[in-house]
């Protein structure tokens, strides 16, 4: 199995955790609540608003958009190599 490179190292187009931390944010939800809400693990929302998962399954990333009235686009950004 290749292993995949840090995100700074690698060119393409990835989830934006800190948009998914700003949303959340701005909701004033905290990790847990949103855990609730969308019955998607803490870890797992924690991983993503780290940066360290970088891809979510298409129903995961449908969730999150749906819930904070956001295209799935906007939830992604374009990294340069």
Do not use: C, P
């Not at 998962?53 to 950004?77: C, E, H, N, P, R």
């Amino acid at each position: 199995m290749k292993k995949l490179k840090a995100n700074s190292e690698v060119s393409g187009v990835f989830l934006d955790g800190t948009r998914v931390r700003q949303l959340r944010a701005e909701k004033g939800k905290s990790i847990a609540e949103l855990s609730k809400i969308l019955s998607i693990s803490e870890s797992t929302i924690n991983h993503i608003e780290l940066n360290h998962q970088v891809s979510v399954s298409a129903t995961y990333l449908k969730l999150i958009a749906d819930y904070f009235g956001v295209t799935t686009d906007s939830l992604y950004k374009k990294v340069e190599n």
